[in-house]
Nanobody, 125 residues
Framework: QVHMVESGGGLVQAGGSLRLSCAAS????????MGWFRQAPGKEREFVAG????????YYIDSVKGRFTISRDRAENTVYLQMNTLKPEDTAVYYC??????????????????WGQGTQVTVSS
């Protein structure tokens, strides 16, 4: 069993930055793929970024490449999402998720067994 505690959301102006964090507990976390998803009002939840168990295989959707960075601190059992050059269209609730069974990053919601509570990111014009 893995428990996730997510934080770091807030309100920023366009062009600003935020760093999201997700602290996880449970031994299975050491071998999990970790992902970040987001959901804007009236839209489906979508995959944003993912990282393998070693932290060396990050994957991003095209709209955030070059702006967002996912990283992992295995000693602290924490995954981060550094978000730079934020745009209003990045506004959403962001969720951390853990895939306990895969060695590669997957992008579907059903692939992830454990989820954080979500944190609101709002980017003003």
């Amino acid at each position: 069993q893995v428990h996730m505690v997510e934080s770091g959301g807030g309100l920023v102006q366009a062009g600003g930055s935020l760093r999201l964090s997700c602290a996880a507990s449970g031994r299975a976390y050491n071998n999990n793929v970790m992902g970040w998803f987001r959901q804007a009002p009236g839209k489906e939840r979508e995959f944003v970024a993912g990282i393998g168990w070693s932290g060396s295989t990050p994957y991003y959707i095209d709209s955030v490449k070059g702006r967002f960075t996912i990283s992992r601190d295995r000693a602290e059992n924490t995954v981060y999402l550094q978000m730079n050059t934020l745009k209003p269209e990045d506004t959403a609730v962001y969720y951390c998720a853990a895939d306990a069974t895969s060695w590669v990053v997957r992008t579907t919601i059903n692939a992830y067994e454990y989820w954080g509570q979500g944190t609101q990111v709002t980017v003003s014009s």
